[in-house]
C-alpha cells in the first residue's frame, strides 16, 4: 500500500507565493494599455509580378490565395503611424508550366504520385518584414502585396486601381527576372 505524504507549507511561504503571482499578474497588466487605437480592416490582394507561381501567401499569419488572388481582410490603425510593418511569407512554384507526369487512365484522372512530389519538392518558401507605407487620412482600401524579382515583395496601401495612372507601382507587369540577384 502506497503512502500518501501531504505537504504542509508555512503560512509565510504560502503567502510569498501569493505576492509573487499578484506581482506578476499587475506586471502583465501594466503591458497592456487601456487606450483603444481606432482600427478598420482592408482586403488583401496578391499582385504577381514574376514568372513563378505564388501558391499561397501570408500577411500577419493570415492566409489568401496567390498570385492574383483576394481575400480578407487585414486590421489597420484608421490613421497611419511610423513603424507599421507586415510580416510576408509565401510559397512560389518556381516553374508553373511545368509537364509533370500524369497517372495511366486506369488509374484515374490526377498526375503521377512520384512526378508530382518531385515537382512540389522544387517550391520555395520565403519570409520578409517589409513596411507599410503611409496612406492619405483615414482610407487604406486595400492591401496589395506585390511580388517583385528576386524575391522581394512590397507593399501598398492605395484606393487606386492596379492600373490607374497614379496608383504607386509603375509598369509591374513588366519586371524581367534579372541573371542575378543582388545580395
Not at 509533370?100 to 487512365?105: D, E, L
Request: aromatic share 8%; proline share 7%; net charge positive.
Amino acid at each position: 500500500m502506497s503512502e500518501i505524504r501531504i505537504l504542509l507549507l508555512p503560512r509565510c511561504a504560502i503567502a510569498a507565493k501569493v505576492r509573487f503571482l499578484l506581482v506578476l499578474f499587475c506586471a502583465t497588466l501594466v503591458g497592456c494599455s487601456s487606450a483603444t487605437e481606432e482600427r478598420g480592416a482592408a482586403n488583401i490582394r496578391a499582385v504577381n509580378h514574376t514568372k513563378g507561381a505564388i501558391n499561397w501567401m501570408k500577411v500577419n499569419g493570415y492566409g489568401v490565395h496567390g498570385g492574383g488572388g483576394r481575400g480578407c481582410c487585414i486590421g489597420l490603425p484608421l490613421t497611419w503611424r511610423p513603424g507599421l510593418v507586415a510580416e510576408i511569407e509565401w510559397e512560389v512554384d518556381p516553374d508553373p508550366f511545368a509537364k509533370v507526369k500524369r497517372r495511366p487512365v486506369e488509374e484515374g484522372v490526377g498526375f503521377d504520385k512520384d512526378a508530382a512530389a518531385e515537382h512540389v519538392a522544387k517550391y520555395k518558401r520565403f519570409k520578409a518584414i517589409v513596411p507599410i507605407p503611409e496612406w492619405p487620412g483615414k482610407e487604406s482600401c486595400e492591401f496589395n502585396v506585390h511580388f517583385l524579382t528576386c524575391n522581394r515583395v512590397k507593399v501598398i496601401t492605395a484606393c487606386l486601381a492596379l492600373h490607374h495612372p497614379d496608383y504607386p507601382i509603375k509598369d509591374g507587369d513588366s519586371l524581367e527576372e534579372p541573371n542575378t540577384c543582388p545580395k
